[in-house]
């Protein structure tokens, strides 16, 4: 029988994929993100706009998770063409508004461990701000899947390193205040298995302080069959 309350979410990927189902909440996290408030933007556009330097006119961008879509301008900037995804129909209604531009191929509703798209449809795979909140390896490695199935070069990620004086001082809060369980973070060595394992090989790092930034960056590329 229902108790009438909304089933609680299980593991971190529900809550992932609940977080930002609301209009309200993704008005809120496209205001969090706009260029002045959020002051990370600008590095985290250039670490981007470095590694589509190589990708040919006209490329085709997936960036999934699109969010509310601020990387619709560092993509269409450059002459590439953004196709964006994400699980939230609000976040996708927000990402559309921001992306009436020449350039935008459009925007689909679909979850990251399932992209409905065929074998190497796009050049690259932008996954930012994702795998930090999946703490199941098999459910990040199915995210990995299929990026490199549907990409024809490369997938640009984000993850969250604990070797940090950040990621510390987060774990003494967290502990400090009882909360225990934390983001998901992944090490170098872990993220690179994994990579490995879903057909990627790591080609460059990037972050934005070392030994102090707890926000990592990765260039995959897509290994030969
Ligand atoms: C922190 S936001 C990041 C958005 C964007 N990549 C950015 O950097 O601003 C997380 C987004 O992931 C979406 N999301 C959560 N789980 C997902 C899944 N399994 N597949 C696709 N999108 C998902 C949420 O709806 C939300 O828009």
């Keep these: 029988m229902g108790t009438g309350q909304p089933a609680k979410p299980e593991a971190d ?12 909440a993704a008005v809120a996290y496209r ?24 990708l040919g006119d006209g490329g085709l961008v997936l960036d999934i998770p699109c969010g509310t879509g601020r990387f619709i301008r560092s993509v269409t900037q450059r002459g590439l063409r953004y196709l964006g995804a994400d699980v939230s129909c609000a976040m996708i209604g927000e990402a559309r508004r921001a992306g009436q531009c020449p350039g935008v191929a459009g925007f689909l509703s679909a979850e990251a461990e399932r992209i409905p798209l065929a074998d190497e449809a796009v050049d690259c795979v932008i996954l930012w701000r994702l795998l930090h909140h999946i703490r199941e390896p098999g459910v990040r490695r199915a ?9 024809r070069h490369k997938v640009l990620v984000s993850f969250n390193l604990p070797l ?34 879903s ?23 897509k290994t030969a069959p």
């Excluded at 995210?143 to 990409?151: F, G, H, N, P, Q």
């Excluded at 983001?183 to 490995?196: D, F």
């Excluded at 057909?199 to 590329?221: H, P, Q």
């Design 199 to 221: 057909g990627l090989r790591m080609v460059d790092t990037r972050s934005f302080k070392k030994y102090a930034s707890i926000n990592w960056f990765a260039c995959l590329e």
């Design 31 to 54: 205001q969090s993100r706009e260029p002045i408030r959020f002051k990370r933007y600008d590095r985290e556009e250039t670490i981007i706009s470095d590694w589509l330097r190589d």
């Design 164 to 197: 940090g004086f950040t990621y510390l001082r987060k774990l003494c809060h967290r502990t400090l205040s009882g909360r225990s369980r934390g983001a998901g973070v992944v090490s170098h060595w872990r993220l690179k298995r994994e990579t490995q394992q």
């Design 143 to 151: 995210m990995l899947r299929e990026a490199a199935r549907v990409t």
């Design 13 to 24: 990927h529900d809550k992932a994929r609940i977080a930002w189902q609301t209009p309200e």
